[in-house]
Structures are given as structure tokens and as C-alpha cells.
């Protein structure tokens, strides 16, 4: 059984910072894209970052670039996302998703093999 269990989540002011991790379970985590997606209340789920099973492979969404970071720990079955400088507008339930391949290319296509249960990120002005 795959599981994906997100972590770091919480209420913080504009301007501050936060470490989301993923951990995962189940599956051979170096074969797979694992993206970072957000939902704010009442809109649609978006890709704000992703890692590809690729070394260096990472994207990030033009309203978080510079401000967030996303790494892999693979021993541990980690991803990280370090978040600085937020602002209101990264107010959201964040979730971790597994592509169906090792391209963010997967991820970034909507093609997800498996979901988190998501963090709640609140950034306050």
C-alpha cells in the first residue's frame, strides 16, 4: 500500500517561513516525480513546485520562483518544501502527489498515481 503523509503545515505572518515534508511509503520513490500542489478555498488544485526521479530536475510555478525551494531526501523517502517569503495569496491546503513517471512533465499534465491528504498553510497579513 502507497501512503503519503505531508507535514509542516501551520498559521504564519506574510514574510515568514515553513517546511513542508512528504514522507512516503510503499513505493520506489527515486522512479517517480513527486509534485507539491496547493488548493485555496474555492479554487482549483495548482502545481506550485515538483522534483523529477531526474538529479537537478525541478520546477516551480512563476508566483512562488525564488521564494520556494523543493528538495528530495531518497534514504529517507522525503520530499522537502522550504517556503520563504510568503504572502497571503499561499494560503491553501497543500498536498504532495506522485507522477505516474519521473518527469515533472507527468505531474504537470495532472497525471497523479497517488494523493496525499494535504497540510493546511495559512499565511496571515
Known amino acids: 500500500e502507497v501512503k503519503l503523509e505531508e507535514s509542516g503545515g501551520g498559521l504564519v505572518q506574510a514574510g515568514g517561513s515553513l517546511r513542508l515534508s512528504c514522507s512516503a511509503s510503499g513505493l520506489s520513490f527515486d522512479d517517480y516525480a513527486i509534485g507539491w500542489f496547493r488548493q485555496a478555498l474555492g479554487k482549483g488544485r495548482e502545481e506550485v513546485s515538483c522534483?523529477?526521479?531526474?538529479?537537478?530536475?525541478?520546477y516551480h510555478t512563476d508566483s512562488v520562483m525564488g521564494r520556494f525551494t523543493i528538495s528530495t531526501d531518497i534514504a529517507k523517502k522525503t520530499v522537502y518544501l522550504e517556503m520563504g517569503t510568503l504572502k497571503p495569496e499561499d494560503t491553501g491546503i497543500y498536498y504532495c502527489a506522485v507522477g505516474s513517471v519521473g518527469s515533472c512533465l507527468s505531474t504537470m499534465a495532472g497525471a497523479v498515481k497517488y494523493w496525499g491528504q494535504g497540510t493546511q498553510v495559512t499565511v496571515s497579513s
Open positions: 522534483i523529477s526521479s531526474i538529479p537537478g530536475g525541478t
